[in-house]
């Protein structure tokens, strides 16, 4: 680097600082001290041996990465490779010997100051892992370094100067600093050659000392490994670089280490071409679609609680009414646990998506985080969602945005109803119901249903779904409950009113298109059927006489 006028400068210092209420990490932060003997030997001359005990001979930073006692650092911050000096004119081996490294954790050490032991390292990264003997201490969590964008803010946490920068104390001896925050931006990502991202640069202040520290995303997370600067001098302002939190993770699980962690790491899988759903995505590996329904997909849990929902709609809304109506959990039950405040938005992708970040709190307290896309397909609208525990969602954050990314989903709404319909029916097995059949029309697309239109019903053990080709919008409904459910009885008569027969009529509106439901339940010894109808009002008139034709033929195929 010389020929730029620079010098790349690792960033262990002749020895910083979390405050009490600093920002997300400080109990994790450990000021890293290398104390052992220092031995001098002469070589070409005689001269004896010169050893000095006990010398601190180096500090740095790092953080606590689990609860159960791994510390992350730079290996050049506890590794010294011995020297040659020319001393009182003679050359000499300076080394290192009964090396023990000491490791402060927490605002000034309050949390614990304990020995620690490397357990992993690697030269080419300059990464070291150390291992205290303590349980339950506070960690700070990985983000995902791929996730971050050139701009964004991050804070620079560390010990720079070591005790050096305690200038209101008289003396240094066996003070732990508190910890250095330097805020600024990611400036760029810079990639090896190929094509990998190699080191994360920052205009963020960074100083010997800071080595091993983290470099902290706008929301807390470590995506990154403080390890040098590029400047003229030592004190000079200049261009720091960390290491990806992402190759960090990568060294963790080369050295049986990356179970540790308090959540799991998902990797990329294949991807899913679904051509009756006409959807295909890439989803990571172990999830696989679980769902019947040609409307949705779902997919997870994972270990950490991270599942992934895709569902189709009928809409007039735009995508920004959506994704309002989405986040508030109305649009969709279930589609996030408790109303979601969005963090972030942003268009991107083919076809184009609104993509978003999302963050809510449920009634017991845990925080939960959505990672979303929401694509319009002309009076059709395809949105999906990956949803877990903060963190876990955190530390997956580009897998789960890629994912997202690729989704590709076509239209299945190509030949929309525009004539009264008058298919013949024929005759299917009920699903979970041996021996049963039920008529539906011919040629239509069929799938496993237990929901009604009439939200006061409870959920069928059996049923099925029928739309036309080409229009998923027109629908006729079979729900079954076997022993003629009184409960059922009473919710749709509930949909009709308080009395009357037990059927019902009733207009609602969903997403911004009117909707048109019609039911009814036919009770027979040993089990009870509702046959219910749903279409958006402008095409009810078409599926009128449908749908009375398939009641009266259902209902005298049932057994007396």
């Known amino acids: 680097m010389a020929g730029v006028a620079g010098a790349f400068l690792l960033l262990s210092g002749a020895e910083g600082f979390p405050q009490a209420d600093g920002p997300r990490g400080g109990d994790a932060m450990a000021f890293i001290r290398v104390v052992g003997d220092l031995s001098v030997r002469f070589t070409g001359v005689y001269k004896p041996a010169q050893v000095r005990k006990d010398v601190e001979v180096g500090t740095g930073s790092g953080f606590v990465i689990a609860p159960s006692g791994l510390v992350l650092t730079n290996r050049h911050v506890v590794r010294d490779e011995p020297v040659r ?9 300076v080394t290192l010997d009964s090396r023990r490294i000491e490791v402060a954790i927490g605002p000034a050490g309050s949390v614990a100051v304990l020995d620690g032991a490397v357990v992993a390292e690697d030269a080419e990264l300059d990464l070291a892992v150390l291992q205290v003997t303590a349980a339950d201490l506070p960690f700070l969590p990985f983000g995902d370094s791929d996730a971050v964008d050139p701009g964004r803010p991050v ?21 732990v600093p508190q910890v250095t925050v330097t805020a600024g931006s990611l400036s760029a990502a810079r990639e090896d050659d190929e094509g990998g991202r190699r080191y994360l640069q920052t205009d963020a202040a960074v100083q010997p000392g800071n080595s091993g520290g983290p470099m902290l995303d706008e929301e807390g ?19 720091g670089f960390g290491i990806p939190i992402n190759l960090v993770k990568d060294f963790l699980d080369a050295h049986g280490l990356l179970g540790l962690m308090p959540v799991a790491r998902l990797w990329p899988g294949v991807l899913h071409s679904l051509d009756w759903k006409g ?41 920004e009414a959506l994704e309002e109506a989405l986040l508030a959990g109305k649009a969709l039950p279930g589609f996030v646990p408790a109303p979601a405040s969005p963090v972030r938005h942003q268009d991107r992708g083919r076809p184009a998506r609104r993509m978003g970040t999302a963050t809510g709190t449920l009634a017991d307290g845990r925080r939960f985080r959505v990672e979303y896309a929401v694509i319009a397909l002309r ?85 099925l779904a029928a739309s036309p080709p080409g229009d998923f919008t027109v629908v006729l409904r079979v729900l079954r409950w076997p022993g003629g459910d009184a409960a059922v009885e009473a919710a749709v008569r509930a949909c009709g009113g308080s009395s009357g027969p037990p059927a019902y009529s009733g207009r609602f509106e969903r997403l911004g298109v009117p909707i048109e439901a019609r039911g009814v339940l036919v009770l027979r010894e040993g089990e009870a059927l509702l046959l219910e109808s749903e279409a958006p009002v402008a095409k009810v008139a078409f599926a009128t006489e449908l749908y009375d034709r398939w009641v009266r033929q259902v209902t005298d195929q049932l057994p007396d």
């Open 279 to 319: 959807l295909r995505v890439e989803l990571p590996d172990g999830f696989q679609d679980g769902s019947t329904a040609r409307l949705r997909m779902a997919a997870g849990e994972t270990g950490d609680g991270i599942s992934f929902r895709l569902d189709r709609m009928a809409t007039l809304w735009d995508g």
């Open 155 to 175: 804070q620079v946490l560390g010990f720079p100067f070591g005790r050096q920068v305690e200038v209101g104390r008289r003396s240094e001896g066996g003070v």
């Open 379 to 463: 009076g059709e609208a395809v949105v999906a969602r990956f949803l877990g525990p903060p963190d876990a969602v955190a530390f997956n954050l580009g897998l789960l945005r890629r994912s997202l990314e690729t989704l590709e989903a076509g239209r299945l709404l190509t030949a929309e109803v525009r004539r009264p319909l008058a298919p013949a029916l024929e005759m299917v097995a009920l699903p979970g119901v041996d021996g049963r059949q039920v008529a539906v029309p011919s040629a239509w697309s069929v799938e496993p249903a237990d929901s009604s239109a009439c939200a006061g019903v409870p959920r069928a053990e059996a049923g």
């Open 85 to 93: 000096r020319v001393i009182d004119g003679h050359e000499a081996e």
């Open 221 to 239: 997370y470590a995506v990154g490994v403080v390890r040098m600067k590029l400047a003229r001098e030592v004190t000079a302002p200049g261009a």
